[in-house]
Every structure is written in C-alpha cells, then in structure tokens.
C-alpha cells in the first residue's frame, strides 16, 4: 500500500527536478560545504612532521588507527586538524540521549518542547568541548611520545595541539549545522559520509593492487569480497527500507453540518529505529583501551597491554564483546527514540486507536510488544552486517582494508538513502506550491 505523497513522487521527472530552483541551490550549498570539509582533512596538525608521522600509520593502518580513520576521512593518516573529526559530538549525543532517558530533570527539559530541545543541545556541545580535549590531549601526549613526529616537544605544543583539535571538532559541528538548514539532509551524517566516500576509491584500489602484485590477497578472494559486498549492500538496502505498518483508524468527527467519515491511516515502524549509532557508539567503546595505551606510550603497564592486545580488531574477544555491545545498544537507543506510551498518549490525544486495543495502556503494551521483536530483528540485523567483515578477516587471515567493512557500508548506504528521501521530500514540496499557485491564478481568473 503506497501513499498519496509516494505515488506523488513516483510521476516527477527531471524537468521536475530542473524548475526545483530552491533544491538546486541547497545542492550547492551542500556540495561547497563538504569541499571545505575535505580540504581542512589535508591541513597538517601544527609542528608535527607529515612524512615521519606517516611511517608510523602504515604499520597500524589495519588495525586501531585505520579504524579511526574510516570516521575521519582520512586526517588521522594526515594527522590533520579534523583528525578527530564528528565523532565526539555523536558519543556526547548518544550520552545525552540515555541521560535524558533516566535523569529525571534532563527528562523534564526534554519534554519542553523546542525550549528544552535548544537547552538539551547546548548541553550536548559543553560536553562535545570536553570529550574533545580529553581525546585531543590523549592524542597531543601520543605524539609527543613517538620519536621524530613533534618537531619541538613540551607545553606549547600541547597546549596549541588540543586547541587546534577542539577547534576542529567544533568547526565540523558548526558546518554540519548549516548544512542541515541550508543544504540537503543532516549535516553530520554526511560529513561522515563523505569521508568514507572520498576514501573508498584509494582503499579499492590498494586492494586491486594487491591482488594484481599477488601481495596478501589474490585475484580470486577480491571477486568473492567484491560479490559479498554487492550482496551486503543489497541487504542493508533492503533491511532499512523495511517497515512495519500498523493500522490506526481515526472515528467519524462531526464538522459544521456535515458528518466525516471515519479515516484510516498506518503508523510505520522501522525495522531498524536506532539506525547506525549502536554500531558507531561500540566501536567508540572498545576504542578506549587502545587510545589509553597510545596516551601513555611504552610506560603503560602490562595488565594494559594485555586488555589492549585482547581487545584488539579481529580477535574472539573483540568480536564478541562488539557483537554483544552492538545488541544492547539497538534495546537501549530504541527504547530512548521510540516511546510507545508517549506514542500512545498521542494517538488518544487525537482520536486514533488500534483495531482490537483500547487507547491508552492496552495501545502502550501492543505497541511494545511489536517494537520488542522488531528490535531484536534490527539488532541481529546490524550484529550480523558489522561482524561478518571481521569474521571473515579473521578467518581467511587477509588483510582485507578496514574501509571495506560492516561499519562503514551501513553508513553510506544509510545515509544515500536518507538523502535521497530529503531530495525526494522537497521536489514533492516544490510540486505541491506550484500547483498551489496554478489554482490561485485560475481562481483569480475566474473573478
């Protein structure tokens, strides 16, 4: 069953999209914005060395540095000032988000409206300030550990170091802002987006490579990758274009004189409500202890090496506990996302009930009940899209790039797809005001 604005938007053509003068223009935008962002990704760190600070990358590119990079857009193999790119600003979102969910005073700012929204956000970017200078200080005392990077070691460099960092984190933020008003879809779903995008085609075509040389990977294992990653990408479209559509049927209202008829509608449940922060925020976990040890260098005692060895990128423990992280994430962001009593309230607040259950409670609890067994499909779904690349690296022993991973797809296919409903929604808009203005110019006619 399609909808009116889906069947809307089935009939546009391009000669729709060329008189979209407002799309074109937020395109633009769009487009110079993440320019900006790709070029700050090549402007070294100041008073560190390039060329000996890359030397140092190739050796761990598969490993906890080439992790972070994926996000990164390659600055972390740079070192460049968005080296740390928007990933602070997600951890400190996520971490407002749950807050808000068990805090009592966060929730009842929450629930203010716009007011409380503007308050909760302010308090997300005091705590994206301090993420960000606890891991740029992490990352300044790193380098400053690493022998011939820092051309002059001590405070100064420190200090100017997370400075620039922050600075960076926050520039990102304020772009990915703009391009959310100004441009097309969220802004900062697309920086990172682009970053992945604008790696990829190096990343495949080092793996070309070495199946060309005969170097870790041969020509027959870069067809089987190449095949699973079309499946892979097949799947992820399928699974986040899913839904769950439960019937709601609104009474017959009396207005003026006449009786309506009674109406109904569908309220979709995604198969996938949390999207791709539950993956994102785990990684984001089982980053620390590998950031710790590059914090405190050779000095870092043995027990740290040990978890730091543990919990490294393609052992059991790492996979496990990933996988295990990965499913309570999707419970928790889900619950915080999708509130089936305040989904509940609003439905008896406008008349709307479910055929077979009474508005309020009864409503709560079906809804629950289907929300409980969607997520524990999403959950095993984005479990299994995440793991199997290091299952498989793990397995064959190859070393596969990490930018051909669960992680990374799932974000870009995620975000094409958002942003291809954004493109959609505003030539189906830009359709509805020029009928708009068709029928007063004949109304007008007519007098």
């Excluded at 560190?48 to 994926?70: E, M, R, V």
């Excluded at 009940?369 to 793990?394: D, M, S």
């Excluded at 022993?397 to 291809?420: A, N």
Aim: aromatic content about 10%.
């Amino acid at each position: 069953m399609t909808s009116a604005a889906e069947q809307f938007a089935s009939n546009m053509t391009l000669s729709s999209f060329a008189k979209a003068e407002e799309l074109k223009k937020r395109l633009l935008f769009t487009v110079v914005a993440l320019v900006v962002y790709r070029l700050g990704t090549f402007v070294p760190l100041p008073g560190i060395d390039p060329a000996a600070f890359s030397q140092g990358f190739q050796s761990q590119q598969n490993g906890i540095l080439g992790t972070l990079n994926i996000f990164a857009g390659g600055a972390v193999e740079r070192m460049a000032i968005f080296a740390l790119n928007i990933m602070p600003y997600i951890s400190a979102s996520i971490i407002m988000q749950l807050m808000s969910a068990v805090i009592p005073s966060l929730e009842a700012i929450k629930k203010e409206g716009e007011q409380g929204r503007r308050q909760i956000n302010q308090y997300t970017r005091y705590l994206t300030v301090f993420l960000a200078t606890m891991q740029g200080y992490f990352i300044a005392v790193s380098l400053m550990g690493s022998q011939g990077v820092v051309t002059n070691p001590g405070p100064f460099f420190l200090l100017t170091s997370v400075i620039t960092l922050v600075g960076g984190v926050m520039f990102l933020l304020w772009l990915g802002e703009q391009i959310t008003a100004r441009g097309v879809g969220n802004g900062i779903s697309l920086i990172i987006f682009a970053g992945i995008v604008a790696e990829l085609p190096r990343a495949i075509a080092g793996l070309l490579d070495q199946g060309r040389t005969g170097a870790g990977i041969g020509g027959g294992a870069i067809l089987v990758i190449g095949f699973l990653a079309l499946a892979l990408i097949a799947f992820v479209v399928f699974m986040e274009r899913s839904q769950r559509r439960i019937i709601v049927q609104y009474p017959r209202r009396q207005v003026g004189q006449r009786m309506t008829q009674g109406e109904k509608s569908h309220l979709p449940l995604k198969l996938n409500p949390s999207g791709v922060i539950p993956p994102i925020f785990a990684s984001s976990l089982l980053l620390l202890p590998a950031t710790a040890i590059g914090a405190i260098g050779d000095n870092s005692p043995d027990w740290l090496q040990t978890v730091g060895f543990l919990f490294a990128p393609g052992r059991p423990l790492y996979i496990s506990l990933y996988a295990f992280l990965i499913i309570g994430f999707t419970f928790i962001y889900t619950s915080v996302v999708f509130n089936v009593e305040d989904v509940a309230d609003n439905l008896k607040k406008y008349g709307g009930f479910i055929q077979g259950y009474r508005p309020g409670a009864r409503t709560a609890e079906y809804l629950d009940f289907v929300v409980t067994r969607l997520t524990v499909i999403g959950a095993l779904y984005l479990t299994a899209v995440c793991i199997f690349p290091e299952l498989l690296k793990a397995g064959s022993g190859q070393s596969i790039p990490v930018y051909i991973g669960g992680t990374s797809l799932l974000i870009v296919v995620s975000v094409t797809l958002d942003t291809v409903s954004q493109i959609q929604g505003h030539l189906v808009a830009q359709q509805y005001e020029s009928l708009i203005k068709k029928s007063k110019l004949r109304g007008g006619g007519r007098r």
